[in-house]
């Protein structure tokens, strides 16, 4: 065989060899790796809004259709709309993961809901990382949503390798049970805006002393930084409250301070007022305890007699 003729089929040869390895480059590159998806939800009693999303996917992500799930005709399976039980869940040619999200809001207020989880996901070539508000969950996850709260569950797809397929389907299933008066109360709200120096206290269910709001752990509080001098307005919000009460410069206080009149009003019909301050022999002890029956919001101010 004559040099030119070896020269040739060696480039011959080359040419082959880089073209199939051009080939086998670009289908690694564009593999379309669809699988399904199914959620079903069950339902006990419960009054509960169900929204979801999925992002990342080729379709450039969407927004679940919402379910509403009402306490009085919520007992077994919940009719789930097509884009639940037929996800759309093809990789894009990137391959970056899809995030599937869903979150479970309680609208009841005084009832928790028991949320049972089983994710039953099998897909080949597809690794599924799991989280609960942010926090790591197993397949399996059982928590209660208090009334009136809301838990976000978030599940990441991604591929091991886009040099293989995938084949399965992402698959979950969830129980909502009624779990009874787990959350006791109702929340509070007060708006304290003084128009004299004064500070009131508080005090709510089994709390055997007055406290500033700002020292109650749980307790939601805004102090208005724009006050001057000792005038100091707030906005607290408090969770399961049964009762409440409200103090002043109480017995427990030595030291004189001018008497002023505290205001209590709430949108629930409350119209309460007391002296506090001066001596001791005229301090009142506290205005309360309050029965709450519902949420309320408290309006308080103080003035001078």
């Given amino acids: 065989m004559s040099l030119k003729v070896k020269l040739f089929s060696c480039i011959s040869a080359f040419i082959i060899v880089v073209s199939l390895m051009l080939i086998s480059v670009f289908a690694a590159t564009n593999v379309t790796l669809n699988i399904g998806g199914n959620v079903s939800f069950t339902a006990n009693s419960v009054n509960a809004l169900i929204t979801g999303s999925i992002a990342g996917n080729a379709a450039g992500g969407s927004t679940l259709t919402s379910i509403d799930i009402d306490a009085s005709d919520s007992d077994g399976a919940v009719s789930m ?35 049972s989880l089983t994710d039953s996901t099998s897909i080949s070539n597809v690794t599924v990382t799991r989280e609960c508000d942010s926090a790591s969950i197993e397949a399996t996850d059982s928590r209660n949503i208090p009334g009136g709260e809301t838990v976000t569950y978030t599940f990441e797809l991604s591929v091991q390798s886009q040099n293989s397929s995938a084949s399965g389907a992402f698959s979950l299933a969830v129980g909502l049970e009624n779990a009874g008066s787990t959350n006791q109360g109702y929340t509070v709200t007060i708006d304290f805006d003084p128009t004299v120096e004064s500070e009131i206290y508080i005090a709510f269910n089994d709390m055997q002393s007055f406290s500033y709001p700002s020292y109650i752990d749980g307790v939601e509080y805004t102090q208005d930084e724009s006050a001057v001098g000792g005038v100091i307005p707030f906005e607290c919000t408090i969770k399961n409250v049964t009762k409440i009460a409200f103090g002043g410069r109480y017995s427990q206080v030595t030291r004189a301070v001018p008497q002023y009149t505290m205001i209590v009003t709430s949108d629930g019909g409350i119209n309460d007022s007391g002296l506090f301050g001066g001596t001791a022999s005229s301090d009142s002890s506290f205005l309360g305890w309050y029965d709450i029956t519902e949420d309320t919001s408290f309006y308080i101010t103080t003035l001078y007699q």
Avoid: G, K
Wanted: glycine residues 0%.
């Fill in 81 to 115: 709309p097509t884009d639940w039980t037929n996800m759309d869940l093809t990789f894009a040619e990137s391959a970056s993961p899809i995030t599937v999200t869903i979150n479970i809001q309680n609208r009841s207020t005084d009832r928790a809901i028991a949320v």
